[in-house]
């Protein structure tokens, strides 16, 4: 299970873990604030239950109840935030629902009960607060919930019984007696993880389809971006009501406007800022006296302006979320929806792609109308467009979880800068590209912050490669490999496999294309088929059905000079109607160089009887390498799709709650360097952290003298090793910090003397001597993009001068776990390269699963070092092993059971 570390006791009733802090998605998409209850709540709690119902009271309370008493009052606000842990939802400063639980008898057990305000009810906060006081109570060592609940609260057992829990019933004298375990299991998780993609993609729905929007800061000057916004939601003929809000004129763009948003008369769903920055804090209070769903803000001169305005920035979004409000920017380009019944652009961008199947989230606004621009002009229609700006609140996460059930967008494209949450990016990416795949261009790889580069994971470029694929990703470098990618996925079917046909009219373009296709790790059906120069539409078509109806070929790639006798447009419309007809039969992708025209060309489109862009239409590039290289990644793509899925298994016999306790020690403790970046573990705590893991290491005495080394040798049992404590000699083979298979005492003596002179320190490590095997090694390490990071390679100075080492992101699958330790170039050494018997990969493999675990639920940890762990047909063997802890760099994600601080990025 996920847990942080462990509560250490009961605590002051006004102070809690900041962790236990979050701002929540409820299911219509509007958002709460959870946090838990202090006394200072108990005025609000007096009038929240002041505003329940006799019902709502009745089933709560199994009575009347009018009012709270003053001795209840105090029980319910004064907790000690460990046996009695109560949380408050609250939407701006209102209470609208509480939860708490009550240990049972000092022991494991505890009873949980919440009560939901009746204009809040069926949002889902009944669910959430369960999913929080779980995580809570285990934090504090609860295992079990019990719940008391009356027969005809049908609303109450049923979030119990949808929350996938086993949960035991009894009913006796109408009342059900409900127990459950609050370890998690898979069907939880799910149920969880399904809860708050229903929830995420709801709020992001409800930006997209606004009934009503209001422009505020709409202006008659056209060089003021009030004026463009307005004129841009107008000239797409937005199919809701549109309020324009500027207090100096009665009317904008013949219009009729109002002084403040508050003026509107009707409702006002979203509500679009281009005012200067100093002036959004007083845009936000009238939003929110308005009751405004959303808020979309161009305007600049937030956190990309300075510390001062990141402090305007978090303040904005915070007082946002807290009354249930989202957020797009500020210094967003804005969003658009291209479905004909919304048509909504609600941006700066004065003019769109066609409609189509594309969603497309961006970071930066600078570059988002350069985007939709080239977009337009290549043919590439898209479904949804959003620019977050400085991700405040709505961050691509929010729109992977949109795009995941939205039956109008079928390709997914992103433009990143950062990832806020990695882990949480990584889960999301990774179940979409499931059913819809993902381009994603990230600028800025290289760029890493100065608090991250020193425990940042050096990665190469082929890993990082393999990280993208990891999650099913396709990576391109540039906005033009976007594109190229995009119409290829948007316009054509994946292929079956990687053999490829090349068919045209000229013999050295075909060869470009076929010499591409080989350096791409594609497979050739056929060497070229050349038409030649002087063949007609016919002949060209018939060539290419032949090759489409071909059942060694999986993709196709047309290569077209045109004549100089007849027009190139009539030897399009053949392929055309060649490639529909063909599709009918088997549906392969079909790439072209055609008519040296970049996009979709008319000729090479299909379209339905009004004119809209369809399914099917021929992709063209101006050149065959382009044309080839974008079929070659959708081919991995495709290949990615068709292996399987692989689980997200727990390994047996963890015990994250103890190691939380071990990690929260260590972090309340000293260091052993204070000028080290790093708060390594001592030995004992390092093994002890382990331990709860099911990671055992080699058996080991720290020693400082020539006798003493000799007693841990003999309490061991020879053959021992000898090692320096000095990590710096560990890496040095010229130095030789070891002295190993030692059978004596005599040897034993006469390792330390040798130790002491190279290393000038008595303190000797005295291990018993491991099996022999292949040294491998498994780290753990911190990158700013993809959050922790698995690697395993050989261990030596071979695998160091190389790097050969294989990454995978955390959560890890079983099949990424057993792919991670296959993948080193020198991985056939372990298989039996050289005649020998080869290692238990499994147990590799599982041994990484362990670590996986570890850094899943105890995200503190900052470095671990496995090195060397020896490879034997018989299983893996720890004999080294060394781990940092400290503040997680990123907020971790385990799923949404996670508690949270609010403070954390919120992406």
């Known amino acids: 299970m996920t847990t942080a570390p462990s509560a250490a006791g009961p605590r002051d009733p006004f ?112 669910s959430i607060l369960l999913e929080h006081l779980a995580a809570a109570a285990a934090e504090c060592g609860i295992d079990r919930f019990v719940a008391e609940v009356l027969a005809e609260n049908r609303a109450m057992a049923r979030v119990f019984a949808e929350a996938g829990y086993q949960v035991s019933r009894e009913l006796e004298q109408g009342t059900l007696h409900l127990e459950f375990n609050i370890d998690p299991t898979e069907e939880s998780l799910e149920v969880a ?43 797409a003929d937005f199919a809701g009501t549109v309020y324009p809000v ?46 405004v769903s959303a808020l979309v803000i161009v305007s600049a001169g937030f956190g990309e302006s300075g510390p001062h305005g990141l402090h305007a920035e978090l303040r904005l979004a915070g007082e946002a979320r807290a009354h249930g409000m989202r957020v797009v920017g500020p210094n967003a380009l804005g969003v658009v929806n291209t479905d004909p019944s919304v048509r909504f652009n609600g941006s700066l961008a004065p003019q769109l792609p066609p409609r189509g199947n594309t969603g497309f989230f961006c970071q930066s606004g600078a570059l988002g109308i350069a985007i939709l621009a080239d977009a337009r002009q290549r043919g590439l229609g898209l479904s949804t467009f959003v620019s977050a700006g400085n991700r405040a609140d709505v961050s691509g996460n929010d729109l992977l979880q949109y795009w995941e ?72 470098d540039s906005l033009a490999q976007l594109f190229d990618t995009a119409l290829v996925l948007a316009n054509q079917p994946l292929p079956e496999g990687p053999s490829v046909a090349v068919v045209g009219n000229s013999a050295a373009i075909g060869a470009l294309a076929a010499d591409t296709a080989m350096a791409q790790g594609l497979t050739l059906a056929f060497d070229p088929v050349d038409v030649g120069a002087q063949s007609g539409p016919e002949e060209f078509a018939a060539a290419v059905r032949d090759a489409l109806h071909d059942p060694d070929v999986d993709a196709l790639v047309v290569v077209f000079v045109p004549p100089l006798a007849i027009a190139g447009t009539a030897y399009a419309r053949a392929v055309r109607e060649v ?127 020539a006798d003493d080394a000799v007693a841990a040798a003999e309490r061991l049992g020879y053959p021992v090793a000898v090692k320096s404590v000095d990590q710096r000699l560990s890496r040095r083979p010229d130095l030789s910090g070891a002295r190993l298979d030692l059978l004596s005492e005599d040897g034993v003596r006469t390792a330390h003397e040798d130790l002491l002179e190279v ?81 238990d990969l499994a147990a590799l493999s599982g041994l990484v699963l362990r670590v996986a675990a570890l850094s899943e639920d105890i995200p503190e940890v900052r470095a671990l070092e496995l090195d060397p762990v020896i490879a034997t047909p018989d299983g893996a063997t720890v004999v080294s092993a060394r781990i940092a802890v400290g503040e997680p760099p990123s907020r971790p994600d385990s799923g949404p059971r996670r508690l949270r601080s609010i403070d954390e990025p919120t992406e």
């Open 15 to 126: 102070e809690y873990p900041r962790r236990w802090e979050a701002d929540v998605v409820l299911a219509d998409g509007r958002t709460a604030h959870l946090r838990p209850i202090v006394p200072d709540d108990a005025d609000a709690i007096v009038s929240f239950h002041g505003k329940l119902s006799d019902e709502t009271r009745y089933l709560r309370y199994f009575g009347a109840y009018p009012r709270i008493p003053d001795r209840d009052l105090r029980r319910f606000t004064v907790v000690d935030h460990y046996n009695r842990v109560a949380f408050t939802a609250l939407i701006g400063d209102e209470i609208v629902a509480v939860g708490r639980y009550e240990r049972l008898d000092d022991g494991p057990n505890a009873e949980v009960a919440f009560v939901v305000a009746d204009a809040h009810q069926g949002r889902g906060l009944g």
């Open 193 to 235: 993880r399904a809860r708050e993609q229903a929830a995420e993609a709801r709020s992001v729905h409800n930006l997209l389809h606004p009934r009503s929007v209001a422009v505020i800061g709409a202006s008659r000057d056209p060089d003021k971006i009030g004026y463009a916004v307005l004129t841009n939601v107008l000239t």
């Open 246 to 291: 500027n207090p100096a004129h009665e009317s904008v763009r013949g219009v009729r406007a109002y002084r403040s948003v508050v003026d509107v008369p009707g409702e006002v769903d979203l509500a679009i800022v281009a005012v200067p920055a100093e002036q959004v804090a007083d845009v936000l209070d009238g939003a929110l006296a308005k009751g």
């Open 405 to 476: 059930t939205d039956p109008n967008t079928d390709v997914v494209l992103l433009y990143l800068e950062s990832f806020g949450n990695p882990r949480k990016f990584a889960r999301l990416a990774r179940r979409l590209a499931r059913s819809k795949p993902i381009v994603a261009v990230r600028s800025g790889r290289h760029a890493v912050s100065r608090e991250l580069a020193a425990t940042s994971a050096n990665v190469d470029e082929a890993s990082v490669q393999a990280l993208f694929e990891q999650a099913g990703i396709i990576r391109v």
């Open 579 to 705: 490639a529909t007809a063909a599709s009918q039969r088997a549906a392969k992708p079909i790439v072209s160089t055609f008519l040296a025209v970049e996009g979709v060309p008319e000729e090479l489109a299909v379209r339905a009887g009004d004119g809209t862009p369809m399914f099917g239409s021929i992709p063209s590039y101006p050149s065959p390498e382009r044309a080839v290289t974008s079929l070659a990644r959708v081919i991995r793509y495709a290949a990615w799709r068709q292996r399987p899925t692989g689980s997200f298994v727990r390994p047996d016999g963890l015990h994250p709650e103890h190691a939380g306790q071990v990690v929260h020690t260590a972090l309340a403790g000293p260091r052993a360097d204070e000028e080290d970046v790093h708060h390594w573990l001592s030995d004992a705590q390092c093994q002890e952290l382990l331990g709860c893991y099911g990671i055992d290491v080699v058996p080991f005495e720290r020693v400082a003298t």
């Open 759 to 839: 290393s000038g320190a008595p303190e000797v490590y005295v291990q018993r001597m491991g099996p022999r095997g292949s040294s491998c090694a498994i780290t753990l390490q911190d990158d700013p993009s993809f959050g922790s990071l698995v690697t395993f390679g050989l261990s030596g100075v071979l695998g160091d001068l190389i790097g050969d080492r294989a990454y995978r992101a955390v959560p890890l699958t079983d099949t990424d776990a057993a792919d991670l330790v296959r993948e080193p170039r020198m991985a056939p050494l372990l298989a039996g390269y050289t005649g020998d018997e080869p290692a």
